[in-house]
């Protein structure tokens, strides 16, 4: 299995402007996670997913960000309008179930201008 | 309020001699624990794992203890090697649900 998979692996882009993150997990996991990585909050929850169904959201910063998970094997973190406190590390995972590993993506490193 | 916590955020130790980091946790429901080992540029990479109805649980270099009465945790690396410098971020589901939360993460870094 090529493992979770992330893209773009790096995005800069300016103030205001739409940004799309990509995620496809491993098959047959059940689960999907996004996480925001920062120096001060470590790796911060944003939302998951089962059965491409989102669970809880209540890591979601602000309603600038939005998350869908459309089929199985695909999902996009968006964020509209961008901002400079949004840079940070954005990383996907997946699990297959409870009291199971979680694999991670590379993760996208965004820059907000 | 679910919480895993990493209180040490940097460590810095000798080649060959042991490393440990510590992770502490706020409900006794916490059932299973997970360490992650990350690279700069990488995503986090599992390491090992523990359920709670274990207090230790060993792979190669890595063990992990768990002390239930303390809700602490640690990890202990021997012998440490310079390829063992990473950000270490300790990792649980919350009980009851299958939202997996993190701590802030360990700097250590292994000196030749």
């Known amino acids: 299995d090529a493992g979770v998979i992330q893209s773009p692996r790096h995005e800069v882009t300016e103030m205001g402007q739409e940004v799309t993150l990509r995620c496809k997990p491993i098959?047959?996991?059940?689960?999907l996670f996004w996480y925001r990585q920062t120096m001060m909050r470590g790796l911060e929850l944003l939302i998951y997913?089962?059965?491409?169904?989102?669970?809880?959201d209540s890591g979601m910063p602000e309603d600038r960000f939005s998350a869908k998970m459309p089929n199985a094997s695909f999902s996009t973190l968006k964020i509209q309008p961008s901002e400079p406190r949004d840079s940070a590390v954005y990383f996907c995972?997946?699990?297959?179930?409870?009291?199971?590993?979680?694999?991670f993506g590379s993760g996208t490193q965004l820059s907000v201008l | 309020d679910q919480q895993v916590k990493q209180n040490s955020p940097s460590l810095s130790v000798q080649e060959g001699r042991i490393s440990i980091l510590n992770c502490d946790y706020t409900?006794?429901?916490?059932?299973?624990f997970l360490w992650y080992k990350k690279y700069p540029a990488e995503g986090p990479t599992f390491l090992i794992s523990?359920?709670?109805?274990?207090d230790k649980n060993e792979d190669g270099r890595f063990t992990v203890f768990l002390n239930k009465s303390a809700k602490h945790l640690s990890l202990h690396i021997v012998p440490s090697q310079p390829g063992d410098s990473a950000v270490y971020f300790c990792?649980?589901?919350?009980?009851?649900?299958?939202?997996?939360?993190f701590g802030t993460g360990t700097r250590l870094k292994v000196l030749a």
């Open positions: 523990i359920s709670s109805i274990k």
């Open positions: 995972g997946s699990v297959r179930g409870r009291g199971e590993k979680l694999f």
């Open positions: 997913f089962n059965n491409n169904v989102p669970i809880d």
């Open positions: 409900n006794s429901m916490f059932d299973y």
């Open positions: 098959s047959g996991h059940d689960y």
């Open positions: 990792a649980a589901p919350v009980p009851g649900t299958y939202k997996y939360i």
